[in-house]
């Protein structure tokens, strides 16, 4: 293993997106992750296409550089084994309520009795002290309970609807990421361990009213709620003659130097709402009506070249057809294809990030069913008769015939 992480180890007990998609990238990174997975395996393993049972799309794209085990957690030996795993491990990330860890006897106390310097970090919906605490939570729930659907009624008076794409289960991941990266330097540094947990309630109201504070920043308020210029109905993609156009014209600078391409600067300078940020944002609704009329007279090309000579942020709109063949994706070598030793040539995307020493990059490519169960047992000091009795029982299970070393 290689990268900044190499030589950690990971106990993922994760399922679905939000924490797999978090030790994807710490196994990126070079961490030893060992995905742990219930006897039918990952729920997303089925969300397909696939070319072959329990690899779907999604699992693939969220499961790279891990191992996978299979262990189930409900029969006293499949626990035993965690607690085996987690004697050797740096961290150990869920995504189970901690009510249901409780119920397995995998509570922080009990992990860490046999680790104190392991990092048991939890992702799930709520914090624990309120009263959702024992709620379950999804994407969709909690993209509602952060008002995200309520924000685009709100700019354009359109039903309530969710951002189509796993906003909160990305976001929050990317966030554990950092605080897991954080906690292990404090091991390094201490030799001490804790329970982290990662709500995604919280995490996401902290997200969303970052934006929206506003005026209730202040006690008393000095305002409503909302950031007027992302509430505004024409803060979207501009309609061109031929197409549409995603432009910022935002700073000082910006607004002069749109009017100066334009041939109108006495307009910039004669109009009291292009006096500065704040006049621009109490007449911003007016100022973004104005810009998508005047979008609408040229084509995309047009306004693209007009807004790269005057350095003002644009770009065409693109669909998933048209990202996927990106020039600057491409030319970044940010897709790559793999052969895998069972579901064939795949598309894979680069880590976005470049680093001038320990570059991360996929460490090991997405496991089947239990792929790596009898390795990893027999790391942790398993020996054969003992393997060979957890699969006849059913406790864990591999894709291959059992041939204990002779």
Known sequence: MTGPLAGVRIVDLSTVL???????????????????????????????PARNEGMGFMFINANRSKRSI??????PEGRSAILDLAKGADVLIYNLRPQVMARLGLTYEEVSSVNPRIIYAGLFGYGQDGPYAGKPAYDD????????????????????????????????????VGLVNAALFHQARTGLGQRI??????MMASFVLSDHMAGHTFDPPLGPLGYPRMLTPDRRPYRTKD???????????????????????????????FANMTTRTENIGALYKELAILLATRTTSDWLALMDAADIPAMPLQSLDSLIVDPHLEATGFFSFVDHPSEGR??????????????????????????????????????DDRVALLLE?????????????L
């Open 18 to 48: 939000m924490a797999p998609y978090a030790t994807q990238i710490l196994g990126d990174m070079g961490a030893d992750v060992i995905k742990v997975e219930p006897p039918g395996g990952d729920p997303i393993r089925g969300i397909g």
């Open 70 to 75: 299979v262990l189930d957690l409900k029969q």
């Open 141 to 176: 729930l909690i993209q509602g309970a952060v008002a995200i659907p309520w924000l685009s009624h709100k700019a354009d008076g359109s039903e309530p609807r969710y951002v189509p794409t796993a906003i909160i289960d990305r976001g929050v991941a990317l966030a554990a």
């Open 197 to 202: 947990d990662i709500p995604m309630f919280e």
């Open 243 to 273: 197409g549409y156009l995603c432009v910022l014209v935002y700073s000082d600078r910006q607004w002069r130097s749109f009017f100066k391409a334009l041939g109108r600067e006495d307009e910039f300078e004669n109009d009291p709402r």
């Open 346 to 383: 795949l598309r894979e995307m680069a880590v976005p990030s470049t680093w001038s020493v320990s570059q991360p990059k996929a460490q090991r490519h997405v496991p089947r069913l239990g792929e790596h169960s009898v390795e990893v047992l027999s790391e942790i000091g398993y020996d």
């Open 393 to 405: 029982r059913g406790v864990t299970s591999s894709p291959f015939p059992y041939n204990p070393k």
